[in-house]
């Protein structure tokens, strides 16, 4: 496995395990987060994407100003 293999490996699981929001796990595995949303549906894995992970998000994205 690659580097970016593993990373996306991580990702997805601790989406999965609901510890990282869907910006957050798109940031670890270095892809934009329409490629995790594919990345999970590939896999069957639902989105848990409520207010609080909306709010993660926005965070996340202000950082990158």
Same mark, same amino acid.
């Given at each position: @496995?690659? /580097?970016q293999? #593993? %990373?996306? /490996?991580?990702?997805? *699981?601790? +989406?999965?395990?609901?510890?990282?929001? %869907?910006? =957050?796990?798109?940031?670890?595995?270095?892809? $934009? =987060?329409a490629? @995790? @949303? &594919?990345? %999970?549906?590939?896999r *069957? #894995?639902?989105?848990h994407?409520? /207010?609080? $992970? +909306?709010?993660?998000? %926005?965070?996340?994205? &202000? $950082? +990158?100003?």
């Open positions: @496995m690659t /580097e293999e #593993i %990373l996306q /490996e991580l990702a997805i *699981a601790l +989406f999965q395990k609901e510890k990282l929001t %869907l910006g =957050q796990a798109a940031q670890l595995a270095s892809v $934009s =987060q490629e @995790m @949303m &594919r990345l %999970l549906a590939a *069957a #894995i639902p989105l994407y409520d /207010e609080l $992970s +909306f709010e993660q998000d %926005l965070q996340t994205l &202000r $950082s +990158f100003k």
